[in-house]
């Protein structure tokens, strides 16, 4: 049955020595539809070519229409990567979350920066967090029949008014209910509690955690994360302070002794702002939540520490490497200078106050090119480097492009005779290592 085309399925590659290489399936092309049907997404595309004999409708870039029929092994794959995982219309948020960082920014951004998607394709797909609070009756359908697990769900708060109050929407009491219905069905969570101060912080948080032990069956792991406070943000907001965040470290711990399991863990700024030493790594178990800053400062003094270890006692001439860093990580970096010691090297820390969003957001991710700019526009710069998180990120990949539009093009402007450097893996000091060795 032949479902309505308004899904688009245009292919992004092919890969090679793949059954769609064979058939001469090219970028730019599109799937019209697999045995008759026009899936939804990535995940029901997958079912539908999980089988012997396909048949595929394809229409190629100069319009012609072309169908194959298929007979392959069960299990393999035809080999197209599509443009976008959903085919569909993708689910927007139908939140106002008080604390919600894409209506904290400024205007002239790329429009895809002002997009709130809340799909839970999305979630399982990329990993991306949802708040439930837009699940329909089919949504719920469809993850237990395609056994989709795991998902990532923002929580919050289990307080069923509160929730409604922080969210701005009266859909999102049921929290405890849908939980509990992910626990029948049997599908894994992942969690997310952004921390709001005199919200859902001291015993609302005990309250939230205490609530989630009833499905702790079903939680691969729980992230605590601060609010994040833009100069861009109307209401008035009170920061996650050394207090608060003492406070919130004592609590995950009680929680994690009494359900005799490591799931929930505190974001790096928690210990940061508490003036305590990150946890070695066996807190941070599987680094589950590292997307979400919860575990890469671990993940990088370990790594330095091996790395230290690696480093070449002398280079050719005097040189100089300035790291670029925000805030968070500055303090973290100093110390490996300490213990860097390299004959004719000058090993320099570049902390990047952010101007852009407010000195209050203090992670690389959200650093522009300007704020680099302005920072080394009078310095003499040799080597910089530059973590990959500062930009655009498409699939695994980065594209040259920060969040402001600038690129790093037009920070070699500053300085036709310095080398930039892009340190794709922000965890760890490999990449740094490879270029001081290389000097």
Sequence with gaps: MICKQDRIMTVECVEKYSIAEELNIKKGDKVLSINGVIP?????????????????LIEHNDGEKEEFEIEKDI??????????????????CQNHCIFCFVDQQPKGLRDSLYVKDDDWRLS???????????????????????????????????????????????????????????KKIKTKLHLQIVLCPDYNDNGELKRTLEDLKTVKSIIKSIAIVPLGISKYRKEHFKKVDKKIAKQTIDIVDNFNKEVKKQIAMVSDEFFILAGIDVPNKKYYGDFLQIEDGVGSIRLLKDSFNKCKKKLKKKIKKPTKITITTASTACKIFKEFKKEINVENLEFEI????????????????????QDIIDTI??????????????????????????????????IKNTNKNMKIYIQKDYYSFDEILNIINKL
């Design 377 to 410: 526009k009078d310095k003499n710069i040799e080597h910089l480097v530059i973590p990959a998180v500062m930009l655009k990120k498409n699939g695994e990949d980065y594209e040259n492009v920060f969040l402001d539009g600038k690129t790093t093009d037009d």
């Design 75 to 92: 299990d393999e794959d035809l080999g197209i990567v599509f443009t976008s995982a959903v085919f569909d219309k993708v689910k927007r």
């Design 124 to 182: 399982y797909i990329q990993g991306t967090y949802i708040t439930l609070t837009n699940l329909e009756e089919d949504d719920w359908k469809r993850i237990e029949q395609y056994h989709i697990s795991p998902l990532f769900v923002s929580v919050h708060t289990t307080n069923p008014e509160l929730r409604i109050k922080m969210t701005r929407n009266k859909n999102a009491g049921k929290i405890m209910e849908q939980l509990k219905r992910f």
């Design 350 to 369: 570049l902390e990047i106050k952010n101007k852009f969003f407010g000195e209050d957001i203090n992670v690389a991710g959200l650093i522009v090119a």
């Design 40 to 56: 939804k997404d990535i995940i029901e595309y997958s079912f539908l070519i999980n089988d012997e004999e396909i048949n595929l």
